[in-house]
């Protein structure tokens, strides 16, 4: 399913997908196909976000596009020892 197909079932909410295919553009990964889950209510999308398993994904449906942004460079570093 397109994701333009997602927001128009799914308006104005965050969605558990599952991701059938992307194409990648330098540092993104822009979504073309996708399969919906089930919607999931605004109070549980940061907890479902951080337990979707792999090739799954927590997007809301006001975005024009289901875009992922990759980052190369750790977002945390730590410091062994002093």
């Known amino acids: 399913m397109k994701w333009q197909q997602v927001r128009e079932l799914f308006p104005d909410q965050f969605v558990l997908l599952s991701i059938l295919d992307y194409t990648e553009q330098e540092d993104r ?44 460079d750790p977002l945390l570093r730590v410091r062994r020892g002093s």
Do not use: W
């Open 29 to 72: 990964k822009i979504v073309t196909e996708v399969a919906p889950i089930r919607s999931v209510p605004a109070e549980e999308a940061n907890k479902a976000f951080f337990s979707a398993g792999p090739g799954n994904l927590v997007y809301h449906t006001a975005s024009e596009d289901c875009v992922i942004h990759l980052r190369k």
